[in-house]
């Protein structure tokens, strides 16, 4: 536990003292006893707002009650997610929109407003303190949940209702700026992607459908042609976190995902019997089996990776022909001429998971440049993209110092430190709040005045810390 000093006349208090109406979880698609209802998707929250546009329609079934609903004003938590950072996470419903259910991941939260401000829990939620005891409370192994009963013991540093409106203003103009900073960096990330598949396009004559004509010395041939073996990875038992130190690791599909291959996106294996002619070693060509429509047959090629990282049952490794250049068979992979082939072949039950055969990816058709226009097709290409790729980091950085910052100024808003035009201190108008004060709570003086109290907090260890300058950040970006 950590000691955290409140200001004179905030309380700390349990979100279950704030409750206007007990907690109440979402219902399972299939429990529409009343009709069809439009459902929200997990995707819906952000941190912005709810998506109440972001919805599916529920599948008729043996009900058991009526959906729950959700209202103007309504904050909803994800209750249920297989990551941590999705777990718990909170949006408010700000417009008003059509009748939407609510999954059974998540739960609505409706607070009292003359006590607790319900955008100031918005970003109260989003506090690194809210957020330790969340995942502490967390519970299952792949899947996370939270159970109502945790939820609403989560603990809330809560300054008068008056002081709530003083930090919303300051908020608002902080995160404005730091929104269109956001924006500006989000089209800077488009930008870069875009010169990435340029770099790539030009390795293979603007075509697209198979058997269009090819340049002199250009010929037609399928995938296989170029490969001289393809290698499946093997599912393994694992824990939820990353490797550490000797242990052996085995990739996520999100390693494969993003241009570039990342050997931090992986996951321990636990203890068993291991092959080793399934580590990943630099220079290998890897292609994603199976994955969401976008991603299914992302290809990377190692240029750095850590010892005793394994393929996955969701990876390819694809072994090129000995005259065959493995940066040009690497980055014509990644063109969009492939990715769309590979799209039209990938197959799948469920349609956010789908998979390409190892057949599939041999017929694929593709134009064969000249030997020596292979090297040096597959040399340019790579420079260009790992000149993109420092670019990518360069903007990944900065939004990386963006969250830091917002989560910066959500701590110090949350713990009477936020500092505005408006001066400091905490504004004289009274609130209802409840009454949990008591010697135990408060501190006085000779003269009888409140000072500032301190309570036992969860200690924060995980980045961004709170003791982040956000002023210094503020100029960073």
């Known amino acids: ?94 417009d008003k929109f059509a009748t939407v259910a609510l999954p059974s991941s998540m739960m609505r939260v409706q607070v009292r407003p003359e006590i607790l401000h319900p955008e ?29 009963r945790d939820v609403q013991e989560v603990r809330l540093p809560l300054p008068p209702l008056a002081e709530q409106h003083r930090i919303l203003d300051i908020l608002r103009e902080r995160l404005r700026r730091l929104d269109r900073g956001d924006e500006a960096l989000r089209r800077a990330a488009a930008g870069v992607t875009l010169l990435q598949d340029a770099a790539r396009d030009a390795l293979a004559p603007c075509c697209d459908a198979p058997l269009e004509s090819l340049p002199l ?6 995938l296989g042609d170029v490969i001289k073996r393809i290698e499946a990875g093997r599912s393994l038992d694992y824990n939820s976190r990353p490797a550490r130190g000797d242990e052996w690791g085995v990739i996520k599909t999100s390693a494969m995902t993003r241009g570039a291959f990342r050997d931090t996106e992986n996951k321990a294996v636990r203890a068993g019997r291991i092959d080793e002619g399934y580590e990943i070693k630099v220079g290998d060509i890897l292609l994603c089996r199976a994955n969401s429509p976008d991603h299914v047959g992302a290809a990377v090629q190692v240029a750095a990776c850590r010892p005793r990282l394994l393929l996955s049952d969701k990876s390819l490794r694809l072994v ?63 420079v260009w993209t790992l000149g993109a790729q420092r670019l990518h980091r360069q903007v990944e950085k900065a939004q990386e110092k963006s969250e830091q910052l917002r989560r910066a100024l959500t701590d110090a808003a949350c713990t009477g430190r936020l500092v505005g035009r408006a001066g400091v201190g905490t504004s004289q ?6 009454d949990r004060s008591g010697p135990s709570s408060w501190t006085h003086d000779s003269s009888g005045r409140s000072d500032r109290r301190r309570v036992l907090w969860p200690r924060v260890d995980r980045e961004p810390k709170t003791t982040i300058d956000a002023v210094q950040l503020e100029f960073d970006l």
């Open 1 to 94: 536990m950590a000691e955290l000093e409140l200001p004179p006349r905030w309380v700390e208090i349990r979100l279950a003292d704030v409750l206007r109406s007990p907690l109440a979880s979402g219902r399972s698609k299939t429990s529409g006893a009343n009709g069809r209802w439009t459902v929200l998707r997990p995707t819906a929250l952000s941190l912005a707002a709810v998506d109440c546009t972001d919805v599916e329609e529920s599948v008729g079934g043996a009900g058991k009650g009526a959906p729950v609903l959700a209202c103007e004003g309504d904050f909803l938590i994800c209750r249920s997610a297989g990551t941590l950072d999705r777990l718990g996470r909170g949006a408010l419903v700000k």
């Open 120 to 148: 100031y829990l918005r970003h109260l939620w989003q506090s690194s303190q809210v957020r330790a005891q969340l995942e502490a409370a967390a519970g299952g192994s792949r899947m996370r949940s939270l159970a109502l």
């Open 217 to 222: 010395g250009w010929l037609w041939g399928q």
């Open 320 to 382: 090129p022909e000995q005259n065959i250049d493995g940066r040009w068979l690497a980055q014509l992979l990644a063109t969009s001429y492939v990715r769309t082939q590979i799209s039209q072949r990938s197959k799948g039950i469920v349609e956010s998971m789908q998979h390409i055969s190892q057949a599939g990816l041999r017929d694929i058709p593709i134009p064969i440049a000249p030997p020596g226009e292979r090297e040096r097709l597959g040399q340019s290409a790579t």
């Open 429 to 434: 108008q009274e609130s209802t709040l409840p």
